[in-house]
């Protein structure tokens, strides 16, 4: 797919979440792809990948977002995206979806092979192995599923961050269980989500790290949203944000004063 | 049989959650269980080679499961036994409670069976007058706190040591033991005890099966208590109870699928006891039973052969699944409802009692995917619960309230000039209301998840207007 001399055209499946609550992740991530060599693009014809439809059973609904997707993206070398559960979607399961269908089949097959989580493409197809960029702090980082056991996320991550100036790394245990997000599974069954991401922000106070780094937004929401409502002083960060020198702001639910260094705010939010 | 009860998950989570002794045992068994497999796989060496060995055993298996089932019944006959086909439930009571007549049968000693539990063997035979006595220690517990099992190979993992000490107490005093025993040593010593009398009084002694071997008939069972080897050798009549599913062509593939299934449930190399038996006592042996039946199970099974969910059929039951489930682990195996618990039995309980009586169970899953990444021989069970849960929706199982919620966001999603419109104003309100705290304490509709965490505000406008409006940077 890579011409030599030639960047590759890399398409940005932005995610929703990322529009919605952090479009920091989408800057960072169109960064370090710049940096890397790609020529970027952000196709406006883009929403969702279709999951919260896909993983409800709604295929009707799904075909017509995954058909979308397909459209938006099919002519760029790359579909990259930050986030391991959005990309695991179009790359392992848009074939789901058309199993009666072999001309979109055939479509989404094409793309599949083309499609990567942001982290993983920097290093496994851009072989990059270091960036230029600074954060003092101990971290820690939550292994989210769909990008660890769909699609192999769980070194890439860790060895561009070892190359932040600064950073080091404390493991969790438990880091590769489940934060109990799920996407809609958390507000349809609250309190056994509420259950696993009170366990895994015991394993992230356990391990003494002052960050908390991941690959996936709507996990990183999660997490964040219980930590600061048992008042845990944790940041918290998407790994692209890190990567691209762009985390001297507020982490994420922090307040909007909350700079890096400065004390966080620990009241309540209002609503 | 008990009747299930899946369709109260819901309700039943949350006193599963405060249950406290519940909670200290679940997290204690999880830990150990995990730990002990990880442990085991390593040691191994390429365990991924050998589940793909296990799964290809099987799947040839049930793609030829007509011709093994014959030849494995001609196998049996030969060795003098018999076996029993039973299309579904009552039949196999029926089945067995005839036998059981036939001899005369007053006491009935059982190894584990989860076939039993699903066909309700025990109250079928208690109605009829027949003393069950289970002689796996897990079984022995539920039996006597009269419960059902939460796993489907540590029925009592939900019970913590000192309620075991406290049932023990309460209930052995009959047999003249009246001190309280703490130590887990004594506790199994005291059980012992009880049981050993209980094979010498037996009549029938019924046992599972781990796998039945197609080229000579024979049943492998294992065990760590060798309560297997004395309930089929110290009866007059012992019969098996077995799905269909639990074929493998030859010896030589038992001992792959034994490699994989004590590793994979217990993180052991080897069971304590493997057991083979095949057929009655024959002329010159020593002990052996008189008569020897195999009751082979159906329910649903050749269904799900012809269906999407054949692969479930490759189950071994180690519950490997639900060691590693995240949900089990939280509310334990009770909440479930009926016979299976976990991943599996999330599977196999809509479509054996139907989606209309489980529907919560595809559901109550994050897809995090642990457990289809440790099963022994490959079943993709969060793909299962993802095409269980498009059954829902096909057939309109889903809550309104959830499909009114797709209907709107889908109608958004594929409109993405006015998906922009709508999340910048959506945006913009939630910073509103977040009046630069960075997160909501509470927001409208969204209770499930603002009860126990913040919702962290929109840092700023939607990506997608920004981007628009700086260009490329």
């Given at each position: 797919m890579n011409t030599p001399g030639k960047a590759p055209r890399v398409g940005l499946f932005v995610t929703c979440l990322v529009d919605l609550f952090r479009p920091g992740i989408g800057f960072a991530s169109i960064k370090l792809l710049e940096r890397a060599g790609c020529e970027v693009e952000v196709p406006a014809a883009q929403t969702c990948c279709g999951q919260p439809a896909f993983n409800s059973g709604d295929y009707g609904t799904s075909r017509r977002i995954a058909r979308q997707v397909i459209e938006a993206f099919e002519s760029f070398d790359y579909i990259v995206g930050p986030s391991g559960s959005c990309m695991s979607t179009i790359r392992a399961h848009y074939r789901d979806l058309f199993e009666d269908d072999p001309q979109w089949l055939e479509r989404a097959n094409r793309l599949s092979e083309r499609v990567y989580e942001l982290l993983s493409f920097l290093t496994d197809v851009m072989d990059i192995d270091g960036v230029d960029a600074e954060y003092r702090g101990i971290a820690t980082y939550h292994d989210s599923c769909s990008g660890l056991r769909e699609l192999g996320v769980k070194s890439q991550p860790r060895k561009l961050l070892g190359s932040v100036a600064g950073f080091s790394l404390n493991e969790m245990n438990d880091c590769e269980v489940c934060c109990g997000f799920g996407g809609t599974f958390c507000v349809k069954y609250p309190e056994i989500s509420t259950r696993m991401v009170t366990d895994k922000v015991g394993s992230i106070e356990a391990s003494g790290a002052d960050t908390l780094v991941g690959g996936d937004l709507g996990c990183l929401m999660n997490m964040s949203g219980r930590l600061s409502r048992l008042d845990q002083r944790v940041k918290v960060y998407h790994a692209a944000e890190i990567l691209a020198n762009m985390a001297d702001g507020p982490g994420i639910g922090e307040a909007e004063d909350a700079g890096r260094g400065a004390a966080p705010d620990r009241g309540r939010g209002q609503g | 049989m008990k009747a299930a009860a899946s369709h109260l998950f819901k309700q039943r989570v949350p006193a599963a959650l405060a249950d406290a002794d519940l909670q200290a045992a679940m997290g204690k068994a999880q830990d150990g269980f995990v730990g002990k497999r990880e442990q085991a796989v390593s040691d191994y060496g390429d365990f991924d080679a050998l589940r793909d060995v296990g799964q290809e055993i099987k799947d040839h298996t049930l793609a030829h499961l007509d011709y093994y089932l014959e030849r494995y019944e001609a196998e049996v006959q030969r060795s003098g036994g018999h076996v029993h086909w039973a299309r579904n439930s009552e039949e196999a009571r029926r089945i067995i409670l005839d036998i059981c007549?036939?001899?005369?049968?007053?006491?009935?000693?059982?190894?584990?069976?989860?076939?039993?539990?699903?066909?309700?063997?025990?109250?079928?035979?208690?109605?009829?007058?027949?003393?069950?006595?289970?002689?796996?220690?897990?079984?022995?517990?539920?039996?006597?706190?009269?419960?059902?099992?939460?796993?489907?190979?540590?029925?009592?993992?939900?019970?913590?040591?000192?309620?075991?000490?406290?049932?023990?107490?309460?209930?052995h005093g009959r047999y003249?033991?009246?001190?309280?025993?703490?130590?887990?040593?004594?506790?199994?010593?005291?059980?012992?005890?009880?049981?050993?009398?209980?094979?010498?009084?037996?009549?029938?002694?019924?046992?599972?099966?781990?796998?039945?071997?197609?080229?000579?008939?024979?049943?492998?069972?294992?065990?760590?208590?060798?309560?297997?080897?004395?309930?089929?050798?110290?009866?007059?009549?012992?019969?098996?109870?077995?799905?269909?599913?639990?074929?493998?062509?030859?010896?030589?593939?038992?001992?792959?699928?034994?490699?994989?299934?004590?590793?994979?449930?217990?993180?052991?190399?080897?069971?304590?006891?493997?057991?083979?038996?095949?057929?009655?006592?024959?002329?010159?042996?020593?002990?052996?039973?008189?008569?020897?039946?195999?009751?082979?199970?159906?329910?649903?099974?050749?269904?799900?052969?012809?269906?999407?969910?054949?692969?479930?059929?490759?189950?071994?039951?180690?519950?490997?699944?639900?060691?590693?489930?995240?949900?089990?682990?939280?509310?334990?195996?009770?909440?479930?409802?009926?016979?299976?618990?976990?991943?599996?039995?999330?599977?196999?309980?809509?479509?054996?009692?139907?989606?209309?009586?489980?529907?919560?169970?595809?559901?109550?899953?994050?897809?995090?995917?642990?457990?289809?990444?440790?099963?022994?021989?490959?079943?993709?069970?969060?793909?299962?619960?993802?095409?269980?849960?498009?059954?829902?929706?096909?057939?309109?199982?889903?809550?309104?309230?959830?499909?009114?919620?797709?209907?709107?966001?889908?109608?958004?999603?594929?409109?993405?000039?006015?998906?922009?419109?709508?999340?910048?104003?959506?945006?913009?309100?939630?910073?509103?209301?977040?009046?630069?705290?960075?997160?909501?304490?509470?927001?409208?509709?969204?209770?499930?998840?603002?009860?126990?965490?913040?919702?962290?505000?929109?840092?700023?406008?939607?990506?997608?207007?920004?981007?628009?409006?700086?260009?490329?940077?």
């Open positions: - | 007549e036939r001899v005369d049968a007053k006491n009935v000693t059982k190894g584990k069976s989860m076939v039993s539990e699903e066909i309700g063997l025990n109250d079928a035979l208690e109605e009829s007058g027949i003393a069950v006595h289970e002689t796996d220690l897990g079984e022995y517990i539920i039996q006597i706190a009269r419960e059902t099992p939460s796993h489907i190979i540590a029925p009592a993992v939900h019970k913590t040591k000192d309620q075991i000490s406290d049932l023990f107490h309460a209930n003249g033991f009246h001190q309280r025993l703490t130590e887990v040593p004594a506790l199994v010593n005291e059980a012992r005890q009880i049981l050993r009398q209980r094979y010498l009084e037996a009549d029938v002694g019924i046992t599972g099966a781990n796998f039945l071997i197609a080229e000579n008939g024979a049943n492998l069972l294992v065990t760590n208590e060798g309560n297997g080897d004395l309930t089929c050798t110290m009866s007059r009549v012992h019969i098996v109870t077995a799905g269909i599913e639990k074929l493998v062509p030859t010896l030589e593939d038992a001992t792959a699928m034994v490699r994989l299934l004590t590793r994979s449930a217990t993180g052991q190399e080897f069971s304590a006891y493997t057991t083979l038996s095949s057929g009655p006592r024959r002329d010159g042996d020593q002990d052996g039973p008189e008569e020897y039946h195999v009751v082979l199970v159906d329910n649903v099974r050749t269904e799900m052969l012809g269906s999407e969910f054949r692969s479930m059929l490759r189950c071994i039951r180690c519950g490997a699944c639900m060691n590693h489930c995240p949900v089990y682990g939280a509310v334990g195996g009770h909440v479930y409802g009926w016979v299976y618990p976990g991943p599996m039995g999330s599977v196999l309980t809509p479509l054996n009692i139907g989606l209309e009586q489980a529907g919560d169970l595809p559901n109550a899953c994050t897809l995090n995917g642990r457990c289809g990444s440790v099963c022994p021989v490959n079943i993709p069970l969060p793909d299962l619960l993802r095409r269980l849960r498009r059954r829902q929706h096909e057939a309109g199982l889903d809550s309104r309230y959830s499909r009114a919620g797709l209907k709107l966001w889908s109608a958004l999603a594929t409109r993405p000039a006015v998906y922009r419109v709508l999340t910048r104003c959506g945006v913009a309100v939630m910073r509103m209301l977040a009046r630069g705290r960075g997160r909501l304490g509470s927001l409208p509709l969204a209770g499930g998840w603002t009860d126990s965490r913040d919702m962290p505000a929109p840092a700023g406008r939607t990506f997608h207007s920004l981007y628009r409006q700086r260009g490329r940077r």
